[in-house]
């Protein structure tokens, strides 16, 4: 059965970071794009980041740009997301994805993601 496990979420004042991490059951996910999303209750799941297969294509959610990274490594089927300078409104359930989306900065935004993980809960302190 495909899978995708997340983990490191948690409890962290405004300004720490998190790193989180995405691990995949099968080696076909080393050719997929890979991206996170992130929802709050009432609110529509949003999009936070994303990488293509090749790892040198990403995009970002303007609310996360310059303060989130996100990798991977092909080898270990893993994507994680470092999450520096964290604010109160990054509170949310984080879910990793994988499918065909991308590769351009659009595509890896609003293209299909056909596998979902359980989500991890990040929460922000103020």
């Known amino acids: 059965q495909v899978q995708l496990v997340e983990s490191g979420g948690g409890l962290v004042q405004a300004g720490g970071s998190l790193r989180l991490s995405c691990a995949a059951s099968?080696?076909?996910?080393?050719?997929?794009?890979r991206g996170w999303f992130r929802q709050t209750p009432g609110k529509e799941r949003e999009f936070v980041a994303a990488?293509?297969?090749?790892?040198?294509?990403?995009n970002y959610a303007d609310s996360v740009k310059g303060r989130f990274t996100i990798s991977r490594d092909n080898a270990k089927n893993t994507v994680s997301l470092q999450m520096n300078s964290l604010k109160p409104e990054d509170t949310a359930v984080y879910y990793c994805a994988a499918g065909a989306a991308g590769p351009s900065p659009y595509g890896l935004k609003y293209g299909r993601y056909d596998y979902w993980g359980q989500g991890t809960q990040v929460t922000v302190s103020s």
């Open positions: 099968e080696r076909t996910f080393r050719t997929y794009t």
């Open positions: 990488i293509a297969w090749s790892g040198v294509s990403t």
